[in-house]
């Protein structure tokens, strides 16, 4: 047991940093009462926490070749521990941003790329293989126990308690951190300034343009920001394209600048060439896509299931339980089946349960979501995420020699996160644009009066806020609506959330669908032809 300790404090970790991207969502509307905040805030920082990661991710790997690995690892973990700390301590959504979007996720970039280095570093062959596949399954284990351990901890105490809890596990893996070896040398490497803020605005660029949709509209301008008073619309058009744009260009800039640094003689902050390599390239695009999906159900059906239903914390994650456990289930499944099964056969399958279980999530669409179908449908999208997440690691990690294993690390968390942020952008932004079309689009088909049409386009032009469905009734009839009235207003809102939450499964479906095209190179070969072809350099 002794050889697997590296494994299993490196694996600790991971459990605490990816666990942080799904225990906040079931407490949404609890911290919402607590700091006096907004679901729209709420949403912008879980999308910012994982998007700290990704735009950092590759220069914390890099400082992870120039400190060392373990040196990177015990830094990142200490800056991640004190970020736990204040965002417990929060008493306003801004602490809560700093301490959680900002400080852990900064910490999280140094860690992320240090365990996969390590995990290399510290074992080979099959040993190495199993390894990656452990931290898949952990992984899957954490996003799945999250809701649980959130919903406990909450209704039960506070939502607090469960970064105190972090911060306490970081200490203890902190203590046994020296039984994992590091025999990787710093490296004397100077670090492009210029690549990193290039490829941290251009991700900043692109998920802030997504996550304003909601706001700003996707094309036609809504609600533009303004200046001096005048509202910025280029050509009368939404910013959303031309801040999504401008990223893209940033990125494209990155990546040509590498090239020129490698011309150049001199260390770039990302291989290009990695890029290039058909089975990395599958297997980042596949991860991304995951995350995405992954963070869109935790964000949309907890919001539905608290803001609509009115349910709390602990019966959340209890609704949540059928996708925790087949997650964790299939995670371990996916980890044994890997010994028999091509990573590309079991990829494939799990993406196809996947849109399967997501059109079935999307027909059994009720408004109290009780019936059996919701839970099956739950558990079968847990059992395909579970299963992806024991592969993927693995075929990335084992896509490069064990020398480029740290940058590798790092381009893996880039893409993990990002997809979260992406997935939690464009569903949050989905779900608030569908919810209120249709609430508008049934208030003016309405039996309402005229005169009350009337007042809710006006109290709602600034937006439309998720809010809970029983809470209509008395906003209604604070601003002069009648009890019938406001009876219907709130019966309208219901149905219009009932809407937004099918228009967001039918949007994870259009994902996972278009996932299936993206894992074509996903290695096909058996476990003993991978192993020999593991032992053959990658160029």
């Not at 900064?106 to 062959?125: D, M, Q």
């Not at 406990?152 to 506070?158: D, E, I, M, Q």
């Not at 919701?374 to 020699?401: C, D, E, I, K, R």
């Amino acid at each position: 047991m002794a050889r697997w300790s590296a494994v299993g404090i490196l694996g600790s970790a991971q459990f605490v940093m990816v666990l942080d991207s799904t225990v906040m969502n079931v407490s949404i509307s609890a911290i919402v009462v607590d700091l006096r905040t907004t679901v729209g805030a709420m949403q912008s920082t879980i999308t910012f926490y994982t998007l700290t990661m990704a735009a950092v991710m590759l220069l914390g790997a890099k400082l992870g070749d120039v400190w060392g690995r373990r040196r990177a690892f015990v830094i990142g973990a200490v800056v991640y521990g004190l970020g736990s700390l204040i965002t417990g301590l929060s008493p306003n959504i801004t602490v809560l941003f700093i301490g959680w979007a900002v400080i852990e996720g900064l910490g999280a970039v140094l860690v992320i790329p240090a365990i996969a280095a390590l995990v290399a570093e510290n074992y080979t062959g099959r040993d190495r293989v199993t390894a990656f596949a452990v931290l898949g399954a952990v992984s899957g284990a954490a996003v799945a126990a999250g809701p649980l351990i959130g919903g406990l901890v909450t209704t039960y105490s506070s939502w607090r308690f469960v970064f105190f809890g972090e911060s306490v596990v970081i200490v203890l893996v902190l203590l046994v951190t020296r039984f994992v070896a590091d025999r990787s040398r710093p490296v004397r490497i100077r670090i492009d300034v210029l690549s990193a803020l290039l490829s941290a605005a251009g991700l900043v660029l692109i998920v802030v343009g997504m996550l304003q949709s909601k706001t700003w509209g996707w094309i036609l301008p809504i609600l533009p920001p303004t200046i001096g008073g005048v509202p910025i619309t280029p050509l009368g058009l939404s910013p959303v394209p031309y801040v999504m744009a401008a990223g893209v260009v940033l990125l494209w800039w990155f990546l040509h600048r590498q090239k020129e640094l490698v011309l150049a003689g001199r260390t770039p902050l990302l291989q290009v060439s990695m890029l290039s390599i058909p089975r990395l390239q599958s297997g980042l695009s596949v991860l991304s896509a995951q995350y995405a999906i992954t963070a869109g159900l935790f964000f949309m059906v907890p919001i539905y299931l608290q803001m609509t239903l009115g349910l709390n914390a602990l019966q959340t994650g209890i609704k949540i339980f059928p996708l925790s456990i087949a997650l964790i289930l299939f995670s371990v499944f996916g980890t044994w089946l890997s010994r028999r099964w091509s990573a590309k056969r079991i990829v494939r399958i799990g993406q196809l349960i996947l849109v399967a279980s997501s059109l079935f999530l999307l027909a059994s669409v009720s408004v109290d979501l009780k019936g059996v179908a919701f839970g099956v449908g739950m558990f079968f999208a847990g059992a395909a995420l579970g299963l992806l997440a024991s592969q993927l690691g693995n075929v990335n990690m084992t896509s490069v020699p064990e020398q480029q294993s740290s940058e590798v690390g790092g381009l893996q968390g880039v893409m993990q996160n990002l997809g979260s942020s992406l997935g939690t952008a464009l569903i949050g932004s989905i779900l608030i644009a569908s919810l209120g079309s249709v609430f508008l689009g049934s208030v003016n088909s309405s039996m309402l009066p005229e005169s009350v049409q009337a007042t809710v386009v006006q109290e709602t032009n600034s937006g439309i806020a998720i809010i809970p469905a029983t809470s209509v009734e008395a906003i209604a009839e604070r601003v002069g609506l009648s009890p019938s009235d406001a009876t219907e207003l709130t019966n309208l809102y219901q149905r219009a959330q009932v809407s937004a939450l099918r228009v967001s499964f039918a949007s994870l479906a259009m994902i996972s669908g278009i996932a299936l095209l993206l894992s074509r190179n996903i290695p096909g070969t058996a476990p003993t032809q991978e192993r020999k072809r593991m032992k053959r350099p990658t160029r």
